[in-house]
């Protein structure tokens, strides 16, 4: 069962702004990652970030996770309309090994 | 090389029909999975393999037979499935079971079943 959430389900904004996604889940979790996979295609990791982190960078993307409300956002900075995709948050537990549950995406649409 | 493959890229079969999906990577992982993903919607586990045994399977319908013949190939056997069934099947695989691996995913199979 998938146990993540995220908003907005969908968002669409001009090329240079920022896009922020949330992502809610609801036990405890060992990770938390972000994949981005274009129309009808696979998924390509962006970002882990443990339980410990709170924050995390990579490029663009800036990560943040608050573990006491069980969720996470991810920024994309500058955006761009090659960052037009869908957005999966993905967490994991210690007890189910590499399982990934996944949250149910945001649609990213960026306009040139 | 950090890249799994899958073949063929889209399928369409009948409801009576015997197909499979490929999967491959030359990564040296150990642990290999297939999940399943319709569309607007979010890949759903199906099988996970480690060390070419069987480690999960999330109560699939027996029409769809994993198989991994070898620590790079992971195959899906389908067998009388039903439009239902029609979805994207995705490969990935990661180092291990750990949850501090990061899995990488192929491109998925579009099957279509009419």
């Known amino acids: 069962s998938q146990q993540g959430e995220e908003d907005p389900q969908a968002l669409s904004i001009q090329e240079g702004e920022n896009a922020t996604m949330n992502c809610s889940y609801k036990?405890?979790?060992?990770?938390l990652q972000w994949y981005r996979q274009n129309s009808g295609r696979g998924l390509v990791h962006l970002i882990l970030i443990r339980s410990n982190e709170r924050e995390k960078h990579s490029g663009r993307l800036r990560v943040t996770l608050d573990t006491s409300k069980k969720s996470s956002s991810l920024l994309i900075t500058a955006s761009r309309a090659a960052d037009t995709a869908s957005y999966f948050c993905?967490?994991?537990?210690?007890?189910?090994?590499?399982?990934?549950?996944f949250g149910e995406g945001t649609q990213l649409t960026v306009n040139p | 090389d950090t890249e799994v493959t899958q073949t063929p890229k889209h399928l369409v079969m009948g409801m009576t029909n015997k197909k499979s999906l490929k999967c491959e990577q030359h990564m040296g992982h150990r642990a290999m999975y297939w999940y399943k993903q319709k569309a607007k919607k979010p890949p759903e586990l199906m099988f996970v393999y480690s060390y070419e045994k069987l480690s999960i399977n999330e109560s699939v319908p027996s029409r769809f037979s994993p198989e991994c013949p070898n620590s790079s190939l992971l195959n899906l056997h389908l067998h009388a499935l039903q439009p239902e069934d029609s979805a994207l099947y995705l490969c990935?695989?990661?180092?291990?079971?750990?949850?501090?691996?990061?899995?990488?995913f192929g491109p998925g199979t579009r099957l279509t079943v009419t």
């Open positions: 990935a695989s990661s180092q291990g079971l750990a949850v501090t691996y990061e899995q990488y």
């Open positions: 036990t405890s979790i060992n990770n």
């Open positions: 993905a967490t994991q537990k210690e007890t189910s090994g590499s399982r990934l549950t």
